[in-house]
């Protein structure tokens, strides 16, 4: 080497010596460092750390004997402005040649030495910062993310259990009672082992050679949340339930109140149609629902007992079966009445064309007089039967119908004739 490439790698390698010295420094006072150095670790975190504390170690070895070595160059070079051939060898030697003798540099606890270049020795700490920080970084990021989310989701667990005993929602009682315990169990136990044992939580990042490259992973954390938010939605239907609860149970008992009404009205019209109709088919009436009314008797009690997760379900069950039950009464009063349907549009309709007639003058004519008063007996007899009223009515329209016809004039036209 001459004297400016003397000059340039000395400047290069003073360069290299500060971006080495700050990146240690860092390091060492790096927030993930230290409550590394202070955690009580486990798993793979102890593991890992375990090699990055003794590389960060040996990290300070190998800085002080390049500093020495980068020191001694300097000194050769600062004797004379000029230097001499052997200066320039021996500069050479130290610069470039494997001059940096550093002891047990090679298997773990083995009195060995190894000898580097200051260029293989800044590769060599280049390697064990990335190595030590990507351990650090990791750490750190965990340690930045998960507890505090943790922490988090522990206040509202907290909220929420308060919320769901005072609504009965208690283990052992409840599915979402128990679903709180093992969610408390989780979150301790998940907060305990990201602790101890951060690097366990981390996902490096595919491909990537950076230090810290990566992400936490909040799997479990997740798994938690999502099943908080479940028993926050059951808590929060049961709250409705006690804030509504008087009302539907109103509501209940009207609806089964109709229902009653309906199949009472359905059995009187049954009778009737028994009595006024002959040979027709009637369905039957079934009798109230009184296991209707026993649940609705259970929910009332829940409410008086503050039974809130019990009276829930139960409530929504009622409410359909309610519905189910007056649908069923309408349409058993419909069947029952259809015979006297029957029987009133028939009426109906033997009335119309009676106006009609009268309308055109004819209510004195004597066949429709005679087949009116005929139908008439039919329909407004007891029993009625049908059939044959609805066979008089059809008659009655007929004779109507021809009477009403307007008349044919069969005359022929006279060849002088003209129109009027």
């Not at 230290?34 to 504390?53: C, F, I, N």
């Not at 998960?146 to 308060?162: G, K, Q």
């Not at 979402?176 to 990201?194: K, Y």
Request: aromatic share 4%; proline share 5%.
């Amino acid at each position: 080497m001459d004297r400016d490439d003397v000059d340039r790698a000395l400047a290069r390698l003073g360069a290299e010596h500060e971006a080495v010295e700050t990146s240690l420094l860092a390091l060492q006072d790096h927030a993930g460092r230290r409550l590394l150095e202070g955690a009580a670790l486990s798993g793979v975190t102890k593991e890992r750390w375990a090699v990055a504390d003794a590389a960060v170690t040996r990290l300070w070895t190998y800085f002080d004997a390049y500093s020495g070595a980068l020191a001694a160059a300097r000194e050769i070079r600062e004797r004379r402005r000029w230097p001499t051939r052997e200066d320039l060898a021996e500069l050479t030697e130290r610069l470039r040649g494997p001059g940096v003798t550093i002891a047990g540099a090679g298997v773990e606890g083995a009195a060995l030495a190894e000898r580097f270049s200051l260029a293989e020795l800044v590769a060599r700490m280049n390697e064990l910062y990335a190595a030590s920080l990507d351990v650090v970084v990791a750490a750190d990021a965990v340690w930045s993310a998960l507890p505090a989310r943790i922490d988090l989701l522990a206040a509202e667990l907290h909220r929420t259990r308060s919320l769901a005993y005072s609504v009965g929602v208690r283990p052992g009682e409840h599915p979402s009672g128990d679903d709180l315990e093992e969610i408390t169990a989780e979150l301790a136990q998940l907060r305990e082992a990201v602790i101890a044992d951060p690097l366990a939580f981390w996902v490096p990042a595919a491909g990537s050679a950076a230090p810290g490259g990566g992400r936490p992973d909040t799997a479990r954390y997740d798994r938690a949340a999502r099943a908080l938010d479940d028993v926050r939605r059951e808590v929060e239907a049961v709250l409705t339930v006690r804030q509504d609860a008087e009302a539907r149970l109103i509501a209940l008992r009207d609806v089964l109140s109709r229902a009653d009404r309906t199949l009472a009205e359905a059995r009187a019209a049954r009778g009737e149609v028994l009595a006024k109709i002959a040979a027709s088919e009637v369905p039957a009436v079934s009798g109230p629902p009184t296991a209707l009314q026993e649940q609705l008797a259970a929910a009332a009690e829940y409410r008086r007992q503050s039974q809130w997760h019990r009276l829930s379900p139960l409530l929504d069950a009622l409410e359909v079966r309610a519905d189910e039950e007056l649908r069923r009464a309408r349409e058993s009063l419909t069947a029952v009445t259809a015979p006297l349907a029957v029987r009133a549009e028939l009426r109906g309709r033997l009335d119309a064309y009676r106006a009609k007639v009268a309308r055109h003058g004819l209510a004195e004519d004597p066949l429709l007089v005679e087949r009116y008063d005929t139908a008439r007996r039919m329909l407004w007899s007891a029993p009625c039967d049908l059939r044959v009223a609805e066979g008089a009515v059809l008659r009655y329209q007929q004779a109507a119908a021809e009477a009403l016809a307007p008349p044919r004039d069969h005359r022929p036209e006279g060849p002088g004739e003209e129109e009027a």
